[in-house]
């Protein structure tokens, strides 16, 4: 699943990992003979998406992979009328503009055969959020209050896990939410009492609307905290330029460039040595 905001770099999209066995073929993109090997050796094509919510470090953090690799920096924004909602389209993405594309949760066995991840570059949590000022922690929400959570993420997983292991009487309701944005506006409205989001989403949208101020995260106790780590995708056949990045973000990691990226804009994450 790609890092956004919708559940898109952190999820690709949701349906990424509804259909990755269905597409353990290559895809099949029309004319793909037209796609040649792109000349311009010496440049690192990297693509971010504008849906997601680490856009703003994720520009940062290509920039200095490419310059770790002595490359020109070549940055291409993938928005929403840009990408499908298909394997297919990625497929031709890759094939037409991407070496490599930032933005992906690194889920073990989530995606197609014909594409490859990167070691991780940073790691960010699930959070609990709520508005109520004595909360502490998701065990002093009451029994009454519901917990909305955006739908298919390992940390709404686990949580349906962790209640279907609870009584009738000790157990929360879930509210499933169709998005991070989805959740914390339900939460500001008084129709749940925490939301269960992903941090980077809310850093984002708390940048954005200052209505979502004054949510506040809260520990995640009983429950053990979630975290996700995330890196980028290059297209399988290409371990050369898979293993080159791998080496640069060791190394981006090692000397300090991630986090001192990630820390430039306060972004809640931490560099993955």
Not at 72 to 96: A, C
Not at 195 to 222: C, E, F, H, M, T
Not at 244 to 257: E, N, P, Q, V, W
Request: proline fraction near 6%; hydrophobic fraction near 45%; charge should be neutral.
């Amino acid at each position: 699943m790609r890092s956004g905001t919708t559940g898109a770099a952190a999820t690709l999209l949701a349906c990424l990992l509804c259909a990755s066995a269905s597409y353990a073929q290559t895809p099949f993109v029309p004319d793909e003979w037209k796609y040649g090997k792109r000349q311009d050796s010496a440049t690192l094509h990297y693509c971010v998406d504008a849906r997601d919510p680490d856009l703003p470090v994720a520009r940062k953090i290509g920039q200095a992979i490419a310059s770790a690799l002595l490359l020109q920096p070549k940055e291409h924004v993938i928005g929403e009328n840009v990408v499908g909602e298909t394997l297919d389209s990625l497929y031709e993405i890759f094939l037409g503009t991407c070496d490599v594309y930032l933005g992906f949760k690194l889920i073990p066995d989530a995606y197609p055969e014909w594409m490859k991840v990167t070691r991780p570059y940073y790691r960010a949590s699930y959070l609990f959020t709520a508005v109520e000022p004595g909360w502490r922690s998701l065990a002093d929400l009451p029994k009454s209050q519901a917990i909305g959570s955006t739908m298919g993420t390992s940390a709404d997983l686990r949580l349906i896990q962790y209640l279907q292991a609870l009584s009738p009487a000790e157990r929360w309701s879930r509210f499933p939410m169709s998005s991070d944005q989805a959740a914390l506006k339900a939460l500001t409205n008084g129709t749940i009492g925490v939301a269960l989001v992903w941090g980077p989403a809310l850093w984002a949208l708390q940048r954005s609307d200052a209505g979502l101020a004054k949510i506040r995260q809260l520990s995640p106790n009983p429950l053990p905290a979630a975290t996700a780590d995330v890196g980028a995708a290059v297209l399988a056949n290409e371990s050369f330029l898979r293993n080159s990045i791998d080496r640069a973000i060791a190394s981006l990691t090692g000397d300090g460039t991630i986090q001192a990226i990630l820390d430039s804009d306060k972004f809640p994450a931490t560099a993955v040595k």
